[in-house]
Nanobody, 127 residues
Framework: QVQLIESGGGLMQAGGSLRLSCAAS????????MGWFRQAPGKEREFVAA????????YYVYSAEGRFTISRDNAKNTVYLQMNSLKPEDTALYYC????????????????????WGQGTQVTVSS
């Protein structure tokens, strides 16, 4: 059974930075696509960023381009989301998710393709 545990959320002023971490259990982590999604109150869960397995290609939602960086450490079974220049509209519950089945990279933004989800970590950005 795959478990994903997020950490690193918190309260931050606009313009600040946070780094989220997601520790995963599982022996084949290196092959998984890993993603970060977020859900604000009253809104649908949306794609933020994702990274493929061994080649570590990265994908971002337009609003995160240039501010957020997703990375992974396969030796530690961990994926990170470095968030800089935070804005109040980044406030949300952030979820880590994993795609463990063979999947086209073109589907990486689709939340329905993800097999496992963490419990989420809250990020609140004040103005």
């Amino acid at each position: 059974q795959v478990q994903l545990i997020e950490s690193g959320g918190g309260l931050m002023q606009a313009g600040g930075s946070l780094r989220l971490s997601c520790a995963a259990s599982g022996r084949t982590f290196i092959y998984w696509y890993m993603g970060w999604f977020r859900q604000a109150p009253g809104k649908e869960r949306e794609f933020v960023a994702a990274i493929t397995g061994s080649r570590s290609s990265t994908y971002y939602v337009y609003s995160a381009e240039g501010r957020f960086t997703i990375s992974r450490d396969n030796a530690k079974n961990t994926v990170y989301l470095q968030m800089n220049s935070l804005k109040p509209e980044d406030t949300a519950l952030y979820y880590c998710a994993a795609v463990t089945r063979p999947t086209l990279a073109t589907m990486i933004r689709n939340r329905d393709r993800y097999d496992y989800w963490g419990q989420g970590t809250q990020v609140t950005v004040s103005s």
